[in-house]
């Protein structure tokens, strides 16, 4: 996916700089997007989403085990986004039709699942139940342990809003929206 994903991002963005495409064109990159109405992604649903259904039912939250000495159990970072960041950029490209090109969108920050975790069991008000579990090995070898997005194209091109942290959009997420359901 990923890889077909950026070859289309390059074909088209050479058309548009060869002047081949003469409207705004804009690909962007999302990192690890999570919020409401995530439901319908099934199994592709964010960890943030699976973490408070684990908790929900009382049942231990699984984490991966560290298979890296650079990193402990559960010390694996990636860059979460809230997808309330996601829609105002997209909302921003809209009402800036001169912006064009490939940008990531992310936090720019890298968050531990340790933390992501704690941060859905304070929402629900539980005890925390983790365990860390062996990486499969049919995933190990290519297992990120870090990933960031480099949003600096995007703040270069004119976008200067504050992205929610990572406790405030797990906040907003939890108390606003699985909380009601």
Not at 9 to 25: E, F, G, L, N, P
Not at 144 to 168: I, M, N, P, V
């Amino acid at each position: 996916y990923g890889w077909s994903k950026h070859i289309i991002d390059r074909i088209i963005w050479k058309s548009h700089a060869q002047k081949k495409i003469k409207t705004q064109c804009v690909g962007l990159k999302f990192f690890n997007v999570y919020g409401p109405n995530e439901f319908h992604k099934k199994d592709m649903r964010s960890i943030i989403l699976k973490i408070y259904e684990k908790v929900c039912c009382n049942h231990t939250v699984k984490l991966f085990k560290s298979h890296n000495p650079d990193f402990k159990d559960g010390e694996q970072l990636r860059d979460f986004v809230y997808v309330k960041d996601v829609t105002k950029i997209i909302h921003w490209f809209a009402k800036n039709p001169g912006k064009s090109g490939l940008f990531n969108i992310g936090s720019s920050k890298a968050e531990s699942f340790n933390k992501l975790a704690n941060c859905v069991y304070r929402n629900c008000n539980k005890q925390k139940k983790i365990q860390y579990v062996n990486t499969p090995a049919s995933i190990r070898k290519q297992y990120q342990y870090y990933t960031k997005a480099e949003t600096k194209k995007l703040r270069k091109s004119g976008y200067t809003k504050k992205f929610y942290s990572l406790e405030d959009g797990i906040n907003d997420y939890v108390q606003n929206y699985l909380r009601k359901i």
